[in-house]
């Protein structure tokens, strides 16, 4: 078993994170080798300013993320970037993210969130961090759920959270095991 931290990483009022981070657990927990637990940065309070103390919420998450063996970003794309308080909660965790694996799911316009992920991609690998290929993307989100939060392609992006989970829990079970074998001390 594989522990998987979804991390919500829209803190904006009206945001779509919500909906699509649950609908991606539950895409997760049609699966045996996956537990889940989601971490919405809304609820995390992390401090604005880096090199302050951590608040007990800011505390919490870093267990939680030390916890997960694979972790899965959902962000949309602001302004062609992802937001603030996600690269806030990359910046205030370095050792968690070490020798482990991160797949995306991202949302927006046109683009789908893909900008936003590939800015990501640069930053976990100088977090010692592993990126899967795949990803999910919703391109003009505003389209793509219904008023009750269900996915209304629901097959076609089912396939495709198969196929980043089928990726993130390959490496997540190479690395698990390799950080076992020989600690990742880089």
């Known amino acids: 078993m594989l522990h998987l931290a979804i991390i919500i990483g829209s803190t904006r009022i ?8 649950n609908w991606f657990a539950g895409e997760a ?11 919405d940065l809304a609820e995390a309070r992390l401090p604005d300013a880096l090199g302050e ?13 030390a916890k997960a063996d694979v972790f899965v970003v959902v962000t949309p ?8 308080p996600l ?52 391109h003009d989100v505003w389209a793509q759920f219904e008023a009750s939060g269900q996915v209304l392609n629901a097959d076609s992006c089912s396939r495709a959270a ?4 089928n990726q993130l829990v390959w490496w997540g079970l190479a690395l698990k095991e390799a950080r076992t074998t020989r600690p990742y001390e880089f």
């Open 162 to 165: 198969k196929a980043m989970l």
């Open 87 to 138: 690269k806030s909660l990359i910046d205030w965790h370095n050792v968690e993210w070490k020798g482990k694996a991160v797949g995306f799911v991202s949302y927006g316009g046109r683009s789908g969130g893909l900008r936003a992920v590939e800015q990501l991609r640069q930053i976990f690998v100088e977090m010692h961090a592993m990126t899967v290929r795949d990803s999910v993307s919703f």
């Open 29 to 39: 927990a049609k699966r045996d080798d996956l537990t889940i637990d989601v971490i």
């Open 77 to 84: 794309e602001y302004n062609h970037s992802f937001p603030a």
């Open 14 to 21: 009206g945001r779509r994170a919500p909906a699509i981070a």
């Open 53 to 65: 103390a951590l608040t007990p919420e800011g505390a919490a998450v870093a267990q939680r993320l």
